[in-house]
């Protein structure tokens, strides 16, 4: 995957990791980003603006945001096989 399809996130911890961008999506008119860290199988879904063409990440707030943002998520993985073979 080249570097335009990678995101360097520093955790909470202090971790840094690099993360492949599954998905930018948009969801009752907010976009959100699905990021598949590597060498792991938990994706990572954030909140998702672009300023000045670098992207902003923030935590989604609530639980019934969150189940709506993953439902929308997993419709797009059942229709996109690229992400379907990640999954798996």
């Known amino acids: 995957m080249d570097e335009n399809n ?3 996130l520093e955790l909470e911890d202090g971790k840094k990791v690099d993360c492949s ?3 930018v999506f948009e969801v009752e008119s907010k976009e959100y ?3 598949l860290p590597d060498e792991e199988e938990t ?3 954030y909140k ?3 300023e000045n063409g670098e992207p ?3 935590h989604i707030e609530s639980d019934e945001e969150y189940d709506m943002v993953s ?3 997993m419709e ?3 229709e996109d096989e690229d992400i379907e073979e990640i999954k798996e």
Do not use: T
Request: proline share 0%; glycine share 0%.
């Open 6 to 8: 990678v995101i360097h």
């Open 21 to 23: 961008v599954l998905a």
């Open 33 to 35: 980003i699905a990021l």
């Open 43 to 45: 994706v990572y879904i």
């Open 48 to 50: 998702y603006i672009e």
């Open 56 to 58: 902003i990440l923030s």
């Open 71 to 73: 439902h929308a998520f």
């Open 76 to 78: 797009i993985c059942e």
